[in-house]
């Protein structure tokens, strides 16, 4: 298995309040990803990491910011929580981009915002 | 933005039964991918296909990959109950976006 880890995996927190979820990886892959699931809409993706400090926007990045200071480790931070961000959190990471090679998924973080 | 789109969303058959789920997009995308994800786990990789036309077989799974780059569909033979799970495809595009999209994925239920 590889290694990726993502914390907490379950947290609930009130609306208002700033929330930062965790990816570490051990595999020393250049990108990371953070996407959300929820029913019907498959993964979609928040925000990227191709690089320390290197980061871009995905498809749904509004109220959301990362940060990536060493390649191990990538933050989401949910800036103030809102009801509509209760999902569920997946870090992916892959050596070399999206281009024909594996992407490795955590396990997920189950986040409700009350 | 690429979309993908998959069919059908969900999916109840038989044991021994055959299926196919389709995954398609008017966009041209340079690879495609398929994950299986079980309940409380992230998805895992099936199958990559990079060329148009190809087919790749994985046991009873026969992936395909459209000529034109733009869809994909995935057969499922005689399914077993072990095959019960959300099936998602992915693309990786010719854009400078680095990163897969992802389809809204199937999912599949095999009752014994």
């Known amino acids: 298995d590889a290694g990726i880890t993502q914390s907490p995996r379950h947290k609930v927190t009130e609306t208002g309040t700033p929330v930062t979820l965790r990816c570490h990886q051990t595999e020393n892959h250049r990108y990371m990803y953070w996407y959300r699931q929820d029913p019907g809409h498959g993964l979609r993706l928040i925000h990227y990491s191709y690089g320390v400090k290197d980061t871009d926007k995905g498809e749904v990045s509004d109220g959301y910011s990362v940060s990536r200071s060493k390649t191990e480790d990538f933050l989401l931070t949910l800036e103030s929580a809102t009801s509509s961000q209760t999902s569920v959190y997946f870090c992916?990471?892959?050596?070399?981009?999206?281009?024909?090679?594996?992407?490795?998924f955590g396990q997920g973080t189950r986040l409700t915002v009350v | 933005t690429q979309l993908l789109e998959q069919s059908p969303q969900f999916l109840s058959i038989q044991e021994g039964e055959n299926l196919t789920v389709y995954c398609n997009s008017s966009?041209?995308?340079?690879?495609l991918q398929w994950y299986r994800q079980e309940p409380g786990e992230g998805p895992v990789l099936l199958v990559t296909?990079?060329?148009?036309?190809e087919v790749k077989k994985l046991k009873r799974l026969t992936f395909q990959f459209g000529d034109a780059r733009k869809d994909s569909s995935l057969h499922i033979t005689a399914a077993q109950p072990g095959d019960t799970g959300l099936y998602l495809c992915?693309?990786?595009?010719?854009?400078?976006?680095?990163?897969?999209?992802f389809g809204s994925g199937t999912r599949l239920q095999v009752q014994p």
């Open positions: 992916a990471i892959s050596e070399t981009g999206p281009w024909g090679t594996e992407a490795f």
């Open positions: 296909v990079v060329t148009g036309g």
């Open positions: 966009s041209v995308f340079s690879s």
């Open positions: 992915a693309g990786a595009g010719d854009t400078g976006r680095r990163a897969l999209t």
